[in-house]
């Protein structure tokens, strides 16, 4: 699929999505989530259709420029990967981890799960299960409030440095991270590289999130930063599509169908994050698109459903990885 190595217009993309403006909502002096979230996705939805959508990079929900057919990143019949992600932004959400792997787990599949330390850390136990069944536990920002980006670079190694004493098992068991909202800043993206092997946190393009109108690096094919794997979320977000665009669960099916003939043209990886919160089995709407989508992207036999760790292995674990600051801010 690569070489990996060798990506430096995609990696230029990622050092602007990296610093692009603060968003405002970070700025304020109290917590986003005060704010009910009905509240907060009609305020997104007027917002976008008040926002016009420039004609610049990246275009969506496929931007061209930047990907060429890739070969030989994955062994036939296998032509791109399948990584499923869930974010637990809450506590109350590890209820429903159980009944999303029920279904995947019959159907055959791996997951990756994102877990945010002081709101839905889990127990080692929790974490080692669900390893024990080929998943993964991914680190999802510090509190999801939108502040850790813009933190200066030593406060962040110090905050993963507290998690990663209070819990032990998480060195062992958590490469990957995301950050909350998948804001990115150069300080955020060093002190993940200093920790982690694997960023999931940057979009190949996301409309209507929280930099408003179009961004993301542009790619679907994984490229490093520093000694990092970036795997881009490559495809768009249940919570933007239904919520924000108002599209309907069929429509937001068809877009991830279409995304992944796209991201299967290119040899790249198709990354899928859902909220449970949004898509479980008692959001029923939602919930069927999610399982249409993923029985249609088993029955294809071309994609690799697997998790990030295994697409690093995959892709760059046998290549020397050099070490560089990942970016510079502006």
């Not at 839905?120 to 299960?129: D, K, L, N, V, Y």
């Not at 094919?221 to 520093?226: E, K, N, S, Y």
């Not at 069929?250 to 991830?256: C, F």
């Amino acid at each position: 699929m690569t070489p990996v190595l060798e990506r430096p217009a995609a990696r230029a993309a990622a050092s602007a999505y990296a610093n692009l403006p603060r968003p405002l909502f970070t700025r304020l002096p109290f917590d986003y989530r005060v704010v009910p979230p009905r509240i907060r996705t009609a305020g997104l939805r007027l917002l976008a259709r008040l926002t016009p959508m420039p004609s610049r990079f990246p275009s969506w929900p496929i931007e061209p420029s930047l990907d060429t057919p890739q070969t030989g990143g994955f062994a036939a019949p296998f032509r791109a990967g399948l990584v499923l992600t869930h974010d637990i932004d809450t506590r109350a959400e590890l209820e429903l981890v159980e009944p999303i792997r029920s279904f995947e787990r019959a159907c055959g599949a791996v997951s990756a799960w994102g877990f945010v330390p002081s709101r839905s850390w889990p127990t080692e136990e929790g974490a080692r299960g669900l390893a024990a069944e080929g998943c993964e536990v991914y680190w999802h920002d510090l509190r999801h409030d939108g502040k850790l980006a813009f933190q200066p670079l030593a406060r962040i190694r110090a905050a993963f440095a507290r998690v990663d004493e209070a819990s032990p098992w998480a060195t062992e068991l958590i490469q990957s991270f995301r950050s909350g909202h998948l804001l990115m800043t150069p300080d955020l993206m060093t002190a993940i590289d200093d920790r982690f092997a694997i960023d999931l946190s940057i979009p190949d393009t996301e409309r209507h999130g929280p930099y408003g109108g179009t961004a993301g690096c542009g790619t679907v094919v994984p490229f490093l930063i520093g000694r990092c794997l970036e795997i881009p979320l490559s495809l768009p977000q249940d919570v933007y599509m239904r919520h924000v665009d108002g599209f309907d669960a069929i429509e937001a099916l068809r877009v991830w169908q279409s995304k992944v003939e796209h991201i299967v043209s290119m040899g790249g990886v198709a990354v899928l994050n859902t909220h449970p919160v949004w898509v479980n089995p008692w959001r029923t709407d939602m919930w069927q698109a999610y399982r249409s989508f993923l029985e249609w992207a088993i029955d294809r036999g071309d994609l690799l459903v697997t998790t990030p760790g295994a697409i690093r292995r995959l892709l760059i674990d046998d290549v020397p990885r050099p070490a560089v600051t990942p970016f510079a801010a502006r």
